[in-house]
């Protein structure tokens, strides 16, 4: 397992934008499938973005797809979601997901697929 630390979650007005960064440590960067998961208080937690280990294969939740864009540099070890057009039903805690993919060339979707996890960024959109 990879350490994973999130950052960059904040309160924004709804249709303002915000980036999240997701630095890692501890193991190979460039291997891990990763993803940003959100939960809203009272709900299930949910996919909201998925990537492969070189960035070119990517999937968004349908209510986010064409606003938020992930994206790694594995250069800097480090995951983004940016974030754009918020609305308040995107307020809910952010967070960053990593296993290592050897050998996959796609994106993880389950939940159960990822077996590190940071501690979550609280995005709150108001309106």
């Known amino acids: 397992q990879v350490q994973l630390v999130e950052t960059g979650g904040g309160l924004v007005q709804a249709g303002g934008s915000l980036r999240l960064s997701c630095a890692s440590s501890?193991?190979?960067?460039?291997?891990?499938?990763m993803a940003w998961f959100r939960q809203a208080l009272g709900k299930k937690r949910e996919l909201v973005a998925a990537?492969?280990?070189?960035?070119?294969?990517?999937y968004y939740a349908d209510d986010v797809r064409g606003r938020f864009t992930i994206s790694r540099d594995n250069s800097r070890n480090t995951l983004y979601l940016q974030m754009n057009s918020l609305k308040p039903g995107d307020t809910a805690a952010y967070y960053c997901a990593a296993r290592p993919s050897y050998g996959l060339e796609g994106y993880l979707r389950a939940e159960t697929d990822y077996d590190s996890w940071g501690q979550g960024t609280q995005v709150t959109v108001s309106l």
């Open positions: 501890g193991g190979d960067f460039y291997v891990l499938a």
């Open positions: 990537t492969n280990w070189d960035g070119v294969r990517t």
